[in-house]
């Protein structure tokens, strides 16, 4: 059976290219639009992995939506592998680190970001 993916981004064009990108190599993968629908999604899909944007409806909702993920029972070890653009955009001279509380996620990958390094994130979060 085939590893489902679940991409939480606002960005059409990138959902689609990932889509595409991960269908080819024989993922299952469903998205959602934005923060809350992607939380529904998740805990009605139950997926292998998420991939999250950080700037949706709101600078911060994916680090908000990551730490939901991680407080749903179902969903708490479920990888999460962050794909933003946020540093960039917002002109931070920091990066962030994946932590048990603030940023519960795999990892954080910066967009744009090469195919075959995100090919290499899922395969290894999926381990």
């Known amino acids: 059976m085939a590893k489902k993916v679940l991409v939480i981004d606002d960005d059409s064009d990138f ?19 934005n923060g809350k629908d992607g939380v529904q999604k998740a805990a009605s899909e139950k997926p292998d992995l998420v991939l999250l944007d ?18 749903i029972k179902e969903l708490a070890n479920t990888p999460v592998i962050m794909v933003t653009g946020v540093r960039k955009e917002m ?18 990958l ?15 979060a999926l381990k």
């Open 15 to 33: 959902v689609e290219s990932i889509l595409n990108l991960l269908e080819a190599r024989g993922y299952a993968v469903a998205s959602a639009s």
């Open 110 to 124: 910066e967009k744009p970001v090469k195919p075959e390094v995100l090919l290499n994130a899922v395969a290894d």
């Open 54 to 71: 950080v700037m949706m409806t709101t600078k911060d909702e994916g680090f908000n939506v990551a730490r939901e993920l991680h407080g």
């Open 91 to 108: 002109n931070l001279p920091f990066g962030f680190e994946p932590d048990e509380t603030w940023l519960p996620v795999r990892q954080i």
